[in-house]
């Protein structure tokens, strides 16, 4: 279709400029011909024009997506893909029928069941998942499937499957992640400075005491409350922070009791790398009663459930990747296997800050992101931490990672190993295999470049684990 448009664009082209060349002279003959040739250029260029229009909306309207999520409007991380994916709909032309959502799909044979489905029943090309989990089933689909695109957001061996109808795609959230901690790390610092914290609030090494909400103990999760703690220590140092595991994406009710937890503990902020309003509910509950406790979200604006407690919420613009997928597709080109993109793209960012955020947090907040999008601010800079020799000894036996640091605990080199391995029966079992890789680069460590999803499984010190 494009090359008949091209074809009829240039014989129109061709036409004006025979035509244009008869009316070189000024003669009454020689104008009537040029009156005659401008008449026929804009007829020719009509026809193009709308040719080429017909066929833009015809190849929009041979874009079929479907897409599979393992939640709803209800759960943050749903709801920001979704936003996404209506804002990208919009921008690239393509109607409401044009993109199938099938909705609340765990991490199993469902999501093939789904992918089959959308394929079979609903004539889609495209087919996106959004969680983890649903990699394997969606690799199995792109096997059966050759002539379907499949993506599978945060997932991680697409590029070294073999297949090439298969793409992972994730945003750079350790970034938002790491400005969202410099948030938390200001509210501390004021709340220090003006005598407002107890001693509960301290630990036995005179530290202020954070909790971490996690989800799982996936490097995705270790990678963002790292870099969270970071940004929250480059403002106030003298922090520990302590990381709890629901090992659910979403669970209001163990959300809600972890952070309670937390708060009972004397944490004076709580994070979380989980899907449901749990943890800032719990905030803000503890806040009315005259607890001193403040929450950082994950995906969405949390000051409708904590208006008071709530900071800012770190945050993916998935609208970015979902406008550069369909763009691309409707270019007949292909698309990345492996995409992320950062603060350099607009692609994170953080909500709104709370009314409780601490003065000059704005101030803070935009140099953190200045040095990002130029490169003079690296998440992951060595110097910044170090790993004890039983944290190396730990990352080694959670993920494989081995870590090399010098005498001052700074890592000098970490070596990860990008194969995929199956643990569904206890035993690692190798699916794919990948390069093993340095990602230790002047200085500091290379997130999310040898794949989109995030690799960082350092546990650094200053950081507690409990589970």
């Known amino acids: 279709m494009k090359k008949k448009v091209l074809s009829i664009v240039l014989a129109a082209a061709t036409a004006c400029s025979m035509l244009a060349g008869c009316g070189s002279t000024e003669t009454g003959d020689t104008a009537a011909a040029g009156t005659s040739a401008a008449a026929a250029t804009s007829e020719a260029t009509a026809t193009a024009d709308s040719v080429a229009d017909a066929s833009a909306s015809a190849a929009a309207s041979d874009l079929q997506v479907g897409v599979i ?14 936003d996404g994916i209506e804002t990208a709909k919009t921008a690239c032309g393509l109607s409401d029928d044009q993109v199938i959502y099938k909705k609340n799909v765990p991490e199993s044979v469902d999501c093939y069941d789904a992918a089959v ?88 090494d ?86 001193t406790v403040f929450s950082i979200g994950y995906n969405v604006d949390m000051l409708d459930v904590a208006p008071d407690a ?44 709370g009314p409780n955020c601490a003065e000059g947090t704005q101030d803070l907040v935009d140099t953190a992101i200045s040095g990002l999008k130029d490169g003079s601010l690296q998440v992951f800079d060595t110097s910044k931490f170090t790993v004890s020799a039983d944290n190396v000894a730990t990352t080694l036996s959670k993920s494989g990672a081995a870590v090399t640091t010098d005498d001052a605990g700074h890592v000098t080199s970490c070596k990860i190993d990008m194969s995929f391995y199956d643990y569904s ?43």
């Open 425 to 467: 029966t206890g035993t690692p079992t190798l699916v794919y295999q990948g390069d093993t890789d340095e990602a230790i680069v002047d200085g500091a460590f290379e997130e999310s470049t040898f794949r989109s999803a995030p690799y960082f499984t350092i546990r650094i010190d200053g950081i507690t684990e409990l589970n």
């Open 117 to 204: 489905e959308l394929i079979e029943s609903q004539g889609c090309n495209v087919v996106v998942s959004d969680s983890y989990g649903h990699e394997s089933f969606i690799d199995q689909a792109a096997d059966e499937y050759p002539d379907v695109q499949f993506v599978s957001m945060t997932g991680d061996f697409a590029a070294i499957s073999g297949k090439t109808n298969f793409a992972n795609a994730f945003d750079n959230v350790y970034e938002s992640r790491y400005v969202s901690g410099i948030v938390a790390g200001a509210k501390i610092k004021e709340l220090a400075d003006a005598g407002k914290l107890t001693d509960s609030n301290y630990d036995e």
């Open 69 to 82: 999520l393992i939640g709803d409007e209800a759960v943050g991380y749903d709801k920001a893909h979704i």
């Open 310 to 353: 709530a900071l800012t919420s770190a945050s993916n613009n998935w609208a970015i990747y979902y406008e550069y997928l369909f763009n691309t597709l409707l270019a007949g080109d292909k698309i990345d296997q492996d995409w992320s993109k950062g603060y350099n793209e607009d692609a994170v960012k953080i909500t709104d800050l």
């Open 206 to 291: 005179g530290k202020v005491k954070v909790g971490y909400v996690g989800a799982f103990n996936y490097a995705e999760v270790v990678s963002g409350y790292t870099a969270f703690y970071l940004g929250l220590t480059s403002v106030y140092p003298d922090a520990h922070m302590y990381v709890d595991y629901t090992n659910l994406w979403f669970d209001v009710d163990a959300e809600a009791a972890m952070a309670e937890k937390f708060i009972s503990d004397g944490c004076v902020i709580v994070g979380q790398h989980a899907d449901s309003t749990g943890a800032p509910s719990a905030c803000q509950a503890a806040y009315d009663k005259g607890t």
